[in-house]
């Protein structure tokens, strides 16, 4: 299987990367720096039409990994600054609907072509919790731009699925959090594996359990 990943120096995005490879798939792994394969900010339009122009063959499986969380730890009347707004927008929701555009006709060269974005349980509206206003409205939004790209995808044989990755212990987990980046890529590799058919639009924890919009 051919593989696009955006943001796979470190995080998850590294180590679905590196568990992907192993088991034989083909990842083009980028990251903002260049230091790990292509070089890719996905809020730069000229790098995404360049990188979708020399992927040479079909893209199975584009994972949408790369995202900030800008306003952790922000309280109501202190921060929530509206750059922060349009910096977490341009890439969380804007960088995730333009790197699909770009690589869906590498996409329509395949067999069983599928796209899998990181959203997070803190997008869901059922599961509303409070604070991060500015991540949460990011997460929400790019859940509902899956959910509404299913549609339109799905007559082409193109899935699309929305993912949580669990509380994972990375640089924006932090620490304390609940799994290693190592549980959390199996997992969701292995949901990525069921993506297909009928089963796009769906939203799902790294277990397999359905997360609530
Ligand atoms: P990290 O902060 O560890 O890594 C984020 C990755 O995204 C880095 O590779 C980073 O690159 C890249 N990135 C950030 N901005 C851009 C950009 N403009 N263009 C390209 N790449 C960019 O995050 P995680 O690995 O923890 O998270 C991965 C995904 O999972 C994110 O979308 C996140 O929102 C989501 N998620 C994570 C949770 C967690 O508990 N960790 C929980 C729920 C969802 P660089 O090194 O250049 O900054």
Redesign the pocket.
Known sequence: MQVLL?????????QMTSQLRARGDTVVA????GSTGAA?????RAQLTALADSFEGPLDLLI??????LDKGHSLGNGFDAQLWADTF???VT?VFQTIEALLPALRLSKAPKIAV?????GSDERAGGGAYI?RAS?AAVLNLTRNMAIDLKPQGIAIGAY???????????SS?DID?AT?AAGLIARFDCLGGDHTGVFENYDGTVIPF
């Open positions: 955006t943001g796979g120096n470190r995080g998850i995005g590294e980028t990251s903002r720096d890719l900010d996905v809020t730069d949408c990994n790369a995202g900030v969380y341009a890439i969380n960088g990181l959203s997070s349980q803190m991540y997460k949580h990755p669990g509380w994972v212990r990375t640089d924006m987990g932090g959090a980046a959390s």
